[in-house]
Every structure is written in structure tokens, then in C-alpha cells.
């Protein structure tokens, strides 16, 4: 039996757009004006309404909000977001050989459970891994920030998101209290995400599972549990095996980029179709039929050179982990190269 948290809000997302790894690194001293704050009073006075919508109760968002600490260096670093780097520069922070050797040989160390989960939840193997390698270096960088104060600095003091942070932080409240954890003593990402796969509190109560029937969810150090979490996320946000990924595209001869890049839209959702890109002067293989659903991707493989891809099923269900495509692109190679020419035991 799988042991899951109930459900808190319809949607959520469990990375939005924020960038791995990076979040664990010191941020850089910036030039930026100063922040301009509202009180902690102003703040505090939210929580009833907070309490009233999260069905926590205002005791326990009040004693956690009192526990909580506001943090500049957070707010800076949720304006300086790596996924603002161009591809070519962003791709060498994951595909390295470290990442792809570590994957492997947590793919062989793991495979019993990774295929488990792929055969249980309809997920490929290699990107359960690839995840779990691009979200934390396979557990090795889970971050360095309290959540609690992460969570409280974005929730209050960041205006852009607080509404979705703000719900966040009510979300570890029920966690911590789930878990009987000390608010101030779990340690994540500067936007308040945790464990080996990276989960924001909504995530971890929704879509975690006791993969190793023990009783109990363990996403920092039980690697049965993360590799069951994260396939379950994707199998509830569409991932399926037995389709495809992305295709690479050769630029038609003779186009104008101009009228191709009007082609590419905003979002997740595969909003135009292979035939489309057919009609544009791509090339793509006879096996995806016009009407296949599909997302025009141009990345800059290198500086002033760009490449396209038709972005498939399975690329779309890597970007709901995290909303970046250069996200998605890094998650899809690494997955491939791990499972390169990998053999498993017996």
C-alpha cells in the first residue's frame, strides 16, 4: 500500500520556475536599490485571513511566523534567476561528467526501486534519476536555508509571488506538524523547496508517497521514498513512457525567422501541432502525424547560434516539475546520457 497526503489545493507546482542548485549557492553582493518593506505588524496582520483559507489554525501560524526570520538574501536571489542564462551557458552547469557518472551509479545502486516505479507509475527510469541529479546533485546540495525563514521572507516580503508563497508557508506548517518536525530546523532551497527531489511543502503533502511501506515519507534521506515521489508527480502531471520527448529540427532553407519564431508561444501547453512546423519547412519524422500536439523550442546552443526543437508529450510533463524549458532540455540530456551505454546487475 502507498501511503499519500491529502490533497490541500487542486494545482501546484513543485519548482515553478525557480532555478536547482544554484539556490544553494551563496548569493552575489548586488548593487540593487534597497528593499522597500512593509512592518512585520502589516504582515502579521494577514495571518487570520491566512488561517482561515490554509484551515490552519492561527496559533500555529502565528507561533511559526514569530519563529521566522526575514532574510534580504533570499529576495535576491529570487531576482536573479538562473534560467535567465542562455542555453549554452546554463547546460554546463548540468551536463558534466561528475553529474552523468553519480547518475549511473545511482541508476545501478537504486535500479531495483527505479524500475519498480517506472513499471508502477509508467515513467522512464533515467529521468527519475536525471531529476533527482539536476535538483540536488543526487542529495549531495539540499540547500543551506531554513525553509521556514525562506517561505516567510517570500510570502510577506516579496509582492511578486506572495500569494502563492504565503499558501507555501501555511503548507509546512500542516507538514512540520505532520512530520513533527522543529519549524526552524529543516534546511531547503531559498524558495522553500526540500529534500533530495526538491518538493515545496503543497508538493510534499500532495504528491509524496511511503514508496518502502515503512510508515512513514521521507524525502531528504530515503531514496526508496524520492524515487516513488517523483515518479508519482509525474505520472499525476502526464508524464507517460511510451511517448515521446522532443525532437531536434534542421532550420528550413531559405526561412525567415521571423515568421518562424512567431510559431513559439508562452507556457507549458502544446498550443500548436506538427503540422504546423511541417507547414513552416521543418522537417520531421513521418512517424509524428500532423496533428501531434507540439511546442516550438529555439535555444541558443551557442552564443548567436540557435537551434529548434519540437518540444513532445513527455517534454511538456518535464516542464511542470519546473516551468523553464532550458530546465526541461537539462533534465531530457542528462536522462540520456545516464542511461547511455549503462548496464545494471543482476
Not at 87 to 108: C, N, V
Not at 159 to 169: A, G, I, M, N, T
Not at 250 to 271: C, H, R, S, V, Y
Amino acid at each position: 500500500m502507498i501511503i499519500k497526503f491529502s490533497t490541500l489545493f487542486k494545482y501546484a507546482l513543485i519548482g515553478l520556475s525557480f532555478i536547482p542548485l544554484l539556490a544553494f549557492s551563496a548569493p552575489q553582493k548586488t548593487q540593487d536599490k534597497p528593499l522597500v518593506l512593509i512592518s512585520k505588524e502589516s504582515a502579521r496582520a494577514t495571518l487570520p485571513k491566512l488561517a482561515q483559507e490554509s484551515k490552519v489554525s492561527l496559533a500555529d501560524l502565528t507561533y511559526a511566523f514569530n519563529k521566522a526570520t526575514l532574510k534580504e538574501s533570499i529576495i535576491t536571489a529570487m531576482n536573479r534567476p538562473g534560467e535567465a542564462k542562455p542555453w549554452y551557458e546554463y547546460r554546463k552547469i548540468f551536463i558534466i561528467p561528475k553529474r552523468i557518472t553519480l547518475g549511473q551509479k545511482f541508476f545501478q545502486e537504486n535500479h531495483k526501486d527505479l524500475l519498480r516505479a517506472a513499471s508502477y507509475y509508467g515513467v522512464d527510469p533515467e529521468v527519475i534519476v536525471a531529476i533527482i541529479g539536476v535538483e540536488t546533485f543526487y542529495g549531495a546540495n539540499m540547500g543551506r536555508f531554513k525553509v521556514l525563514d525562506a517561505l516567510y521572507t517570500l510570502g510577506f516580503y516579496y509582492p511578486k509571488r506572495e500569494s502563492y508563497f504565503k499558501k507555501e508557508f501555511a503548507n509546512f506548517i500542516k507538514l512540520a506538524k505532520a512530520q513533527n518536525w522543529q519549524y526552524d530546523q529543516i534546511l531547503g532551497s531559498y524558495a522553500g523547496a526540500m529534500g533530495m527531489g526538491q518538493f515545496m511543502p503543497y508538493s510534499y503533502l500532495t504528491w509524496a508517497v511511503d514508496f518502502n511501506n515503512d510508515n512513514h515519507i521521507n524525502l531528504f534521506t530515503d531514496k526508496t521514498d524520492v524515487i516513488g515521489s517523483v515518479a508519482n508527480y509525474f505520472k499525476e502531471h502526464g508524464y507517460d513512457k511510451n511517448k515521446d520527448t522532443i525532437i531536434k529540427l534542421a532550420m528550413p532553407i531559405g526561412a525567415n525567422n521571423q515568421n518562424i519564431d512567431k510559431l513559439i508561444t508562452d507556457g507549458i501547453e502544446l498550443k500548436i501541432t506538427v503540422g504546423a512546423l511541417r507547414k513552416a519547412g521543418f522537417v520531421v519524422p513521418n512517424k509524428y502525424p500532423d496533428k501531434e500536439p507540439c511546442k516550438l523550442i529555439k535555444l541558443e546552443s551557442n552564443k548567436g547560434s540557435f537551434t529548434y526543437y519540437a518540444a513532445l508529450h513527455n517534454f511538456a510533463a518535464i516542464m511542470r516539475y519546473n516551468r523553464s524549458p532550458l530546465y526541461a532540455m537539462a533534465v531530457h540530456e542528462l536522462a540520456e546520457l545516464i542511461k547511455g551505454s549503462m548496464t545494471l546487475p543482476n
